[in-house]
Each structure stands twice: as structure tokens, then as C-alpha cells.
């Protein structure tokens, strides 16, 4: 399924917005049919009348609150996935409460009716927008399509504090350092380590600008008090695939070579925090003038942080060549 990301706001199938309108819809009409009207459903399959109507109703006010969520989600069901994961949610369980009746014994036709309307129907259509919202979150591209030009990411990413990266990028040399999500213990050890980078970064001249994968803003959170260093917002990692950057597997995240950085992270107290950004996305660090990759480190495994003295010293070699971390 194609999710096209541009920068922090993703587009959709059609067919989504239009499966929740559809269960909003329906859920709401349920939830007024079994309010105003408790008993002709039990009449209708011939069953007796529920002696507590109260919690007939009760399920009903319940089947309405799904609808208008449903409702609300359809605006923009990438952005309001949670409302569309309690759905799933609902619909397993009465799936599974279904399939626990009929393993003890066999339920009227009208009862496994009223479950396939209710909840089967939506279960696919909800499954498949929840994984849409997964891979969009974790800055999958769109199937197929070529990462951005610097040129195009130079025009289209802005700074933290408002300038394209390509107008800053022609004013001064960037030090653009890419970042896992915040969670990471190497993230948590470079946002430790900022103001060395930042010192290295002034001592030649060079700004230096942090990339990350949170919404714009989100970021606050963790470098907030450093608010001097510039920042780019790049949810869908459009700017990360603009520099080569890719995604780890087992051996790039969890291999032998990651052992020991971690373990000398942790013993300094860098600890570990809750995933914020993609947790298979590799870091980075470039220097970039008037739209080009002077030098670049594309990390190998996670544990690679940016060295900058090594970037800075590597432009003896020529501009446009790469080095790895040490």
C-alpha cells in the first residue's frame, strides 16, 4: 500500500476517511436503533427481552462513543490512528468472545449475524489503516519512489529557526548531524555530548543543525534547553533517504559490534528511553555547502556516532568523499 509523506503530513487513500465515515455512521445509527428501541432486536430473533434493559442501552451509548470516534478519525486517519487502534481493539474482542460462545455451544444465526455486521466487516479495513499508520510513522517511503534531490530537500526542509536548508546551507557550512529516535542510548549519549560537536562545529566555522524524526516542535522535549542549535523535522525520514541514510537490520541494530558501545553508554548513565522516531532508522553526519555532500559518515550499526574532528580533518582528502565513525 502506497502512503505518500511529505515532510510532516501524510496523504491517503480515499477509500480510508470512507471506511470510517462509513463505520462512524453505522455505529451511531446502532447506537440510536438500541437506545430508543432495547427490545425489538430480541423480539426480532425470538429471544426474551433482557431483564436490565439499562445494560442493553449501556452497550449502545458505548456503540455510539465508537462512531464518533470513528467520525473523528476519518479526518485524517494516519494522524488519529489511536482512535482506529481502540476500534481493532473492540472488534477483537468481540471476535474472540464469539468464538469462545460457539466452542461451548452452538448461537442462534441472528447472534452471529449481528457480530459479522458489527465487527467482522470492520476488521480488515481497520487492520489494513493501523499498518498504513505503522509504516508511515516509522518513515516508510511510498513503494517505488525515488528518495528527494538535495535540491528538492534543500527547498523543502526548513531549519528550526525558519530558513530553508538550502538558503542556510549557502550562507554557512552545515554540520548535519542525523539522529535515531530519542530513545536510543547513542542519541541520549550525543544529546550529552552537544556542546563538544557544537564547540568542534564553531571552530571551524560551521553550524551545526541536528535532524530527527519527530514532528516539528516534539523535539522540545529532549533538547529544549538547548535551544540555540538548529533542528530539521523529518517525520517520514524523506531527508534521511536524501543522504543515504537507510534502515538497520538484526546485525546493524543488535550485532557483536554494538555490544560494547552500549555497554560503555549505559555504565556513563545514558540509560534507555520509550521509542520516539523510527527505531530501525541509522544515523549520520555530513557537512553540506551551497547544496552539496562535502564530507558524509553513514553509520554501519547504531552504535557509529558522528566524529567531527574526522569530518573536518577528511576535507585534506577532497570534498565528496566518506568516511566511517570511529
Same mark, same amino acid.
Given at each position: 500500500m502506497v502512503i505518500d509523506c511529505t515532510g510532516s503530513q501524510c496523504g491517503v487513500p480515499r477509500w480510508m476517511p470512507r471506511i470510517l465515515v462509513a463505520a462512524g455512521i453505522y455505529h451511531v445509527l446502532f447506537a440510536v436503533w438500541v437506545v430508543c428501541w432495547p427490545n425489538i432486536y430480541f423480539d426480532w430473533i425470538g429471544c426474551d427481552r433482557p431483564n436490565h434493559p439499562m445494560l442493553w442501552r449501556g452497550l449502545g451509548f458505548l456503540s455510539g462513543a465508537f462512531g464518533v470516534g470513528f467520525l473523528i478519525a476519518a479526518r485524517k486517519p494516519i494522524r488519529h490512528w489511536p482512535l482506529v487502534l481502540i476500534g481493532f481493539i473492540k472488534f477483537n474482542l468481540v471476535i474472540i468472545t464469539l468464538a469462545v460462545g460457539l466452542f461451548e455451544g452452538p448461537l442462534p444465526r441472528e447472534i452471529i449475524g449481528l457480530v459479522l455486521l458489527d465487527d467482522l466487516i470492520w476488521w480488515f479495513p481497520f487492520a489494513a489503516i493501523l499498518w498504513a499508520s505503522a509504516q508511515a510513522h516509522a518513515g516508510r517511503p511510498p513503494s517505488g519512489a525515488p528518495p528527494l534531490t538535495l535540491e528538492e530537500a534543500g527547498e523543502r526542509y526548513k531549519l528550526s529557526s525558519g530558513e530553508t536548508l538550502g538558503e $542556510?546551507?549557502?550562507?554557512?557550512? &552545515?554540520?548535519?548531524? +542525523? #539522529?535515531?529516535?530519542? =530513545?536510543?542510548?547513542?542519541?541520549?549519549?550525543?544529546?550529552?555530548?552537544?556542546?563538544?560537536?557544537?564547540?568542534?562545529?564553531?571552530?571551524?566555522?560551521?553550524?551545526?543543525?541536528?535532524?530527527?524524526?519527530?514532528?516539528?516542535?516534539?523535539?522540545?522535549?529532549?533538547?529544549?534547553?538547548?535551544?540555540?542549535?538548529?533542528?530539521?523535522?523529518?517525520?517520514?525520514?524523506?531527508?534521511?533517504?536524501?543522504?543515504?541514510?537507510?534502515?538497520?537490520?538484526?546485525?546493524?541494530?543488535?550485532?557483536?559490534r554494538v555490544w560494547i558501545p552500549l555497554i560503555a553508554?549505559?555504565?556513563?548513565?545514558?540509560?534507555?528511553?520509550?521509542? $520516539?522516531?523510527?527505531?530501525?532508522? &541509522?544515523?549520520?553526519? +555530513? #557537512?553540506?555547502?551551497? =547544496?552539496?555532500?562535502?564530507?558524509?559518515?553513514?553509520?554501519r550499526t547504531q552504535a557509529d556516532l558522528p566524529d567531527l574532528p574526522g569530518l573536518f580533518?577528511?576535507?585534506?582528502?577532497?570534498?565528496?568523499?566518506e568516511s566511517v565513525p570511529a
Open positions: $542556510a546551507a549557502s550562507q554557512r557550512t &552545515l554540520v548535519l548531524v +542525523f #539522529l535515531r529516535h530519542f =530513545g536510543c542510548t547513542f542519541t541520549r549519549k550525543i544529546l550529552r555530548e552537544l556542546e563538544d560537536l557544537k564547540r568542534e562545529a564553531d571552530r571551524h566555522d560551521a553550524r551545526l543543525v541536528l535532524v530527527h524524526m519527530l514532528a516539528p516542535g516534539d523535539e522540545s522535549e529532549y533538547i529544549d534547553e538547548r535551544r540555540e542549535i538548529a533542528r530539521i523535522a523529518d517525520p517520514m525520514c524523506e531527508l534521511y533517504r536524501s543522504f543515504g541514510l537507510g534502515k538497520g537490520g538484526f546485525l546493524e541494530l543488535f550485532g557483536p553508554a549505559l555504565v556513563k548513565g545514558c540509560g534507555v528511553g520509550h521509542l $520516539a522516531g523510527d527505531g530501525l532508522q &541509522l544515523p549520520g553526519a +555530513f #557537512l553540506l555547502r551551497d =547544496g552539496k555532500i562535502i564530507r558524509g559518515q553513514r553509520a580533518k577528511g576535507l585534506q582528502d577532497g570534498p565528496g568523499t
